[in-house]
């Protein structure tokens, strides 16, 4: 999401990087390039100015000019202080100590409140193993309590619904009070989406929030929204004192400076992150860690973090004997390709890891996801012996599994080629250590290779 | 645009006072806003348009409030395609939208082919003698190439059931959609031809200003404006009354 703008900051400061030293002038016009990315990536205007202003300062300040390495200086100090913008080291909910925890959800129409909500539900109970109930409030939408039911469901989640004729904060109350006879641990409110301006909307809001006493309130934002993003921030702070924010559809390429500027302006976290389709793409938000992603240092922490949960620790080791002794098969590359792609969209994934925030061939590569969707048909089309020994696969056995995944023969001849090639070089890899992220980003080129001093 | 009234001004055919400029600036924006401007187009038997954007631009509503003008004000006979067969309770959602403006719905189950309610949609249009149909989508973000391969697709399926069909493609953005707009209506007119844009959501406090980027860049006119939730708030686009909008406080 803030892709373009790292590569901004990125180009400016690796200007200032290989000269070493810094003058006032070169100072200001990295200030320039920096408020430029800024105001282009939908930040507010009066975040850019206040942000440039103390960067600025620190910047020209003695730790700068005066240390050996001023670009790594600039750098360490934008990233702290973008850091610092978007929240510190990270918000959590509050609690309650008594009785269920009480989640209000408002924001504008269309911003991903009823997703969100089940995505919450998802998440506490991964984590907290809560008992979790979610209360259809929206009653003007079409088909809105219908969509948080089928979702709720989904989610194992029970929700509290009175239809469409009732009352939207009598339907709250009354979840309220069921939610604690059966003795839940989280009571999610969702509401319908609401326009600022809108005094009656605002106040019935203001109602529900009386009625309920939430723990929390959360603001749910549209990543992409532009300028407005301050005005409604301010607006719904004022009606509803919202605890933290929400930010949706983070999986697009929206420059997202909404997320930078509703904090500074309203004083409110980013307390979680919703970055895909699927009910699972939700996680807390990480000022710091999205700090560096912006600056082109990856976000390593939640590569390893996906990546933890996809792959068990037997499975792993497994693997590693299969690719010593070259049994590594095609069924055994169909699974790790499976586990790769739930980790989510590979694009996303690349964009995770360090220095692919420079690298603008590998970005502008658009990741072909159709292309793994044609070889797991491939393979899936493969017979298990097939599978397990690719040499079988000639003539009719080729024809077969062309027509029967959709493809060429000749993409099936090359599948079986790569994978050969593939195997004989992790079987080289797997008969020493397994690489790291670091030597993978060397081998792809997205790291330089360590500079050899020669006397 | 900005660079075009300096020049006027320079040149001397704006006089260099504040409300002159103003006055013409409105007029340029107007200008650009007007762009490939042309009128939806009804005249397929059956009229096929496609609804196509980002998630939670306002598709879905904009669908029913263009099926109540088009059988309330013009008496014309409208299908609709619930062909968001991803989003949970979609069909249901437009199935209310075809009650109140008095369409016909036809949809699949959850989880169906979207491309072949697609299909089914503009069938049963064409045996029914009906003059439009109106084909709803899944919100989708227009960097899944996945799902732009599959809107493709779906506009494919429509173009062979009926040769000339999507007459009209139209794309939703959210009138508080900032940078990033331009980005979706670019993807989004190479998967889907899109004709033209719906800019939705005017009621509140945003201005939708993206829409001018659209139209310079991409030759993509603004068609309908939306402006609440109710069947009624849907308007033509008038370039005067958005750049004075545009300029107000």
């Given at each position: 999401m803030f892709d373009q703008l790292s590569d901004r900051l990125q180009a400016t400061l690796s200007e200032v990087r290989s000269r070493g030293k810094l003058s006032e002038a070169d100072v200001d016009s990295a200030m320039r390039e920096i408020r430029l990315a800024l105001l282009e990536a939908d930040v507010n205007f009066k975040v850019v100015k206040s942000f440039t202003a103390t960067l600025k300062e620190r910047c020209l300040g003695a730790e700068v000019l005066e240390s050996l390495d001023p670009g790594q200086q600039v750098v360490k100090i934008v990233n702290e202080e973008l850091t610092g913008l978007m929240g510190g080291t990270g918000s959590e909910l509050a609690m309650s100590s008594s009785g269920p925890t009480v989640i209000l959800m408002a924001g504008l129409q269309g911003s991903g409140k009823t997703t969100a909500c089940a995505k919450l539900a998802r998440f506490l109970r991964e984590n907290g193993k809560k008992d979790v109930a979610l209360a259809a409030c929206d009653v003007y939408r079409p088909a809105a309590v219908d969509q948080l039911v089928t979702v709720g469901e989904r989610v194992g989640a029970h929700v509290y619904q009175q239809g469409t004729d009732a009352d939207p904060v009598e339907i709250a109350g009354w979840a309220l009070d069921r939610a604690r006879e059966e003795r839940r641990d989280v009571l999610i409110v969702d509401t319908a989406g609401r326009l600022h301006i809108d005094q009656d909307l605002m106040e019935e809001l203001a109602k529900i929030r009386k009625r309920v006493k939430p723990h929390d309130v959360l603001l749910v934002v549209d990543?992409?929204?532009?300028?407005d993003a301050v005005g409604v921030a301010e607006s719904f702070a004022e009606a509803a004192e919202f605890d933290g924010v929400v930010m949706t559809?983070?999986?697009?390429?929206?420059?997202?400076g909404a997320a930078l500027s509703v904090k500074a302006v309203t004083g409110k976290p980013i307390l979680f992150a919703s970055t895909g389709e699927k009910l699972e793409a939700f996680d807390r938000f990480h000022p710091d860690r999205m700090a560096s992603r912006i600056l082109g240092m990856g976000d390593v922490l939640s590569l390893i973090e996906k990546a933890e949960q996809q792959i068990d620790e037997k499975q792993a080791l497994d693997l590693e004997q299969k690719l010593k002794s070259n049994q590594f098969t095609l069924e055994d590359f169909l699974q790790q390709l499976k586990q790769v792609r739930k980790m989510g969209p590979l694009s996303s994934l690349l964009g995770m890891m360090p220095g692919m925030g420079a690298m603008k061939q590998l970005k502008n590569a658009n990741v072909d996801e159709s292309e793994l969707d044609r070889v797991e048909a491939i393979i899936l089309s493969m017979t298990p012996e097939e599978r397990a020994n690719p040499a079988l696969i000639k003539g009719s056995r080729r024809k077969r599994i062309a027509n029967g995944s959709g493809t060429k023969i000749q993409q099936v001849n090359q599948l079986v080629k790569q994978f050969d090639q593939m195997r004989k070089m992790m079987r080289h890899m797997a008969s020493g250590k397994m690489p790291d992220a670091q030597q993978i980003a060397q081998m792809t080129g997205a790291a330089p290779r360590p500079k050899i001093r020669r006397r | 645009m900005v660079e075009r009234l300096e020049h006027e001004v320079e040149a001397g055919s704006v006089a260099a006072d504040g409300e002159a400029v103003r006055e013409r600036l409105i007029e340029i924006l107007a200008e650009v806003a007007s762009t490939a401007r042309a009128p939806i187009d009804l005249s397929g038997e059956p009229a096929v348009l496609l609804m196509v954007g980002v998630n939670g631009t306002g598709k879905t509503t904009t669908i029913g409030k263009i099926a109540w003008h088009l059988s309330k004000e013009f008496g014309l006979s409208v299908v609709l395609g619930?062909?968001?067969?991803?989003?949970?309770?979609a069909a249901e959602q437009l199935a209310e939208w075809a009650e109140r403006a008095g369409a016909e719905l036809i949809r699949g189950e959850e989880g169906a082919d979207p491309g072949s309610v697609a299909f089914d949609a503009v069938e049963a249009a064409s045996a029914r003698n009906a003059d439009v149909v109106i084909v709803d989508t899944a919100g989708r973000l227009h960097t899944q190439s996945n799902l732009m391969d599959e809107l493709a697709k779906v506009r494919r399926v429509i173009t062979k059931q009926l040769p000339g069909a999507p007459h009209e493609t139209l794309l939703s953005i959210d009138a508080t959609t900032g940078q990033n707009g331009l980005r979706q209506a670019q993807l989004f007119a190479e998967a889907a031809e899109v004709d033209g844009v719906v800019l939705t959501k005017l009621d509140g406090t945003a201005k939708g200003g993206i829409v001018l980027a659209i139209a310079a860049e991409l030759n993509i006119p603004v068609k309908l404006i939306g402006t609440g939730e109710s069947l009624e708030d849907l308007r033509p686009f008038d370039p005067s009354d958005f750049a004075n909008a545009l300029l107000a406080e």
């Open positions: 990543a992409m929204t532009g300028q559809k983070l999986d697009g390429d929206a420059r997202g | 619930a062909a968001d067969t991803y989003r949970a309770a």
